[in-house]
């Protein structure tokens, strides 16, 4: 009726609980990790050869660099999580 309760929610999914070993035994997790590693040996080879305002501390400006590959990932996939997830 009009005033009795509405149903109560279905109960939220189960999501199993993984070991550390098992995260980053995780092929996707890998690739991930390991083409960032080899991104920044990369990018701080590139700027010990070229000169350029970064090449004062390679190593921060190529984490800096590194870092916007799983950044515009993030905001890509998060965007279109929230946006267009039914």
């Known amino acids: ?3 009795s309760k509405p149903p109560p929610p279905p109960p939220p999914p189960v999501v199993p609980s993984l070991s ?6 995780d092929p ?3 690739q ?3 083409g ?3 991104l920044q040996a990369f990018w701080m080879i590139v700027l010990s050869l070229v000169p ?3 090449s004062k501390d390679i190593g921060a400006a190529s984490h800096k660099l590194v870092i916007v ?3 515009v990932y993030a905001a890509y996939y998060g965007t279109r999580l929230w946006l267009f997830d039914p």
């Open 1 to 3: 009726g009009f005033f």
């Open 20 to 25: 550390l070993w098992e995260v980053f035994n």
């Open 28 to 30: 996707w997790v890998l």
């Open 32 to 34: 991930w990790a390991l």
């Open 36 to 38: 960032l590693l080899a």
């Open 52 to 54: 350029s305002p970064m």
């Open 69 to 71: 590959v799983p950044f």
